[in-house]
């Protein structure tokens, strides 16, 4: 995969019951070829999830460099990882999903990339919705944010 030239599947898509995985796939594709443009692989997001399972970067990456195809990557993934039920699985999928940044200073930050991206979307206030609304993919309208000044 060329991430120079496309961007890698969105963090909502899902391979053995995560979320993220597809796309964390894509970027350490793209790193083993060298083509990984501007992101970054284990980037915060993959480190959360390589957490969760108990996997290092290092052993997922060898894992795609032997692993030609999603499938194999998924069964190594399913294998490899920590037992989780299916309700904790979708549990952390849902709390991946709708993470926002957790200070005042993270706030500063993603406040920048999404005015840069877009200033009119001040409901944004989720790390995935801020990679989809990047990546060009379409983000729904969200309700207007309960805390007052981290618009």
């Known amino acids: 995969m060329d991430l120079r030239t496309t961007v890698p599947r969105s963090v909502r898509e899902q391979l053995a019951g995560y979320v993220h995985l597809p796309r964390m796939i894509d970027k350490c594709r793209a790193v083993l070829a060298g083509t990984q443009g501007e992101y970054i692989y284990p980037c915060p997001m ?78 944004i206030r989720a790390w995935a919705d801020l990679l989809d609304l990047d990546e060009r993919r379409p983000v729904p309208r969200r309700p207007a944010p309960a805390a007052p000044g981290r618009q």
């Open 46 to 123: 993959d480190k959360r999830l390589l957490e969760l399972v108990g996997i290092t970067p290092e052993q997922f990456q060898e894992a795609v460099r032997t692993h030609p195809t999603d499938e194999a990557v998924a069964d190594w993934f399913r294998k490899a990882a920590a037992p989780h039920s299916r309700e904790e699985i979708e549990a952390w999928n849902e709390g991946f999903l709708t993470r926002e940044p957790d200070d005042d200073e993270k706030w500063e930050y993603f406040k920048q990339l999404r005015d840069a991206i877009d200033p009119t979307r001040t409901d």
